[in-house]
C-alpha cells in the first residue's frame, strides 16, 4: 500500500473522495463554464483533457509523488474540483511523510467563495498533522497569482519567500517559462492555531 493513501475525508460541506478515472467526466463538467479564475491553475478543459489529467495524477499517486482528490459538496453531491497532497519528504525515515505540500486546487465558479475550499484546507491539515504526523505542511502558488496568495494568507500560513524561476508555470502564454514560486507554510508548532482560526471560520 502506498504511504500517501488516504481514505475519504467529509466534512459538512466538501467530501475529499481519493481521484479514481470514473472521476474524468465529473472533472470536465467541473472545469467547464466561467473559467476566468483558472489563469494561473492546471484545470482541465473538455474530456481528453480531463482523462490525461486523471492518468498523470493516478501515475503520481502510484509511485508516491501525490496524493489527488475530487472535491465534492456535501449538499448536492456534485464534483466541483480537485486538490492534493504532493512532494512528500521523508528526511526523519518514518513511514509517513515528515513534510507535505497542498496544492493543485480549484474549485468551480458555483464553489468559489463558499466553506468548501476553508473546510477542505481543514480536513487536509488535520490529516497531515494528525494523523502523518508531520511537522511541515507548504502551501505554494504562482507569485502573480494575487488572488491565491490572499487565500493562502487567510489559511493562517506563514510567507516564507520568492523562490525565482522555480516551476514550470501553467500560465497561458507563458509556453516553457518557469514561474517564480510565492512559498508559505505552516508548522506543527502553528497548527493548533491554524485548527482553531479555520474552524472559527466555517459557519456555525
Not at 57 to 84: E, N, Y
Not at 162 to 167: F, I, P
Not at 170 to 183: I, K, P, Q, V, W
Request: aromatic share 6%; net charge negative; hydrophobic share 40%.
Amino acid at each position: 500500500m502506498s504511504h500517501l493513501a488516504v481514505p475519504t475525508l467529509t466534512g459538512r460541506y466538501v467530501m475529499l473522495e481519493p481521484l479514481a478515472t470514473e472521476h474524468v467526466d465529473a472533472i470536465a463538467l467541473a472545469g467547464s463554464g466561467d473559467r476566468s479564475t483558472f489563469a494561473y491553475t492546471q484545470v482541465p478543459d473538455g474530456g481528453d483533457e480531463a482523462s490525461d489529467y486523471v492518468t498523470w495524477l493516478l501515475d503520481d499517486a502510484a509511485h508516491d509523488r501525490a496524493t489527488p482528490f475530487v472535491q465534492r459538496r456535501v449538499d448536492d453531491a456534485t464534483v466541483v474540483g480537485c486538490t492534493r497532497f504532493l512532494n512528500p519528504a521523508w528526511p526523519l525515515g518514518r513511514d509517513h511523510p515528515d513534510e507535505v505540500e497542498i496544492g493543485g486546487t480549484w474549485l468551480s465558479s458555483s464553489a468559489q467563495r463558499t466553506a468548501i475550499n476553508t473546510e477542505a484546507k481543514l480536513l487536509l491539515l488535520t490529516h497531515a498533522f494528525e494523523v502523518w504526523n508531520v511537522q511541515r505542511v507548504a502551501v505554494c502558488t504562482d507569485a502573480r497569482n494575487d488572488q491565491s496568495r490572499r487565500a493562502i494568507e487567510r489559511l493562517g500560513a506563514r510567507f516564507e519567500g520568492v523562490l525565482r524561476r522555480h516551476r514550470r508555470s501553467t500560465h497561458t502564454g507563458d509556453g516553457d517559462r518557469l514561474r517564480d514560486t510565492a512559498a508559505y507554510a505552516i508548522t506543527i508548532d502553528d497548527w493548533p492555531d491554524v485548527q482553531a482560526m479555520l474552524a472559527g471560520q466555517l459557519p456555525s
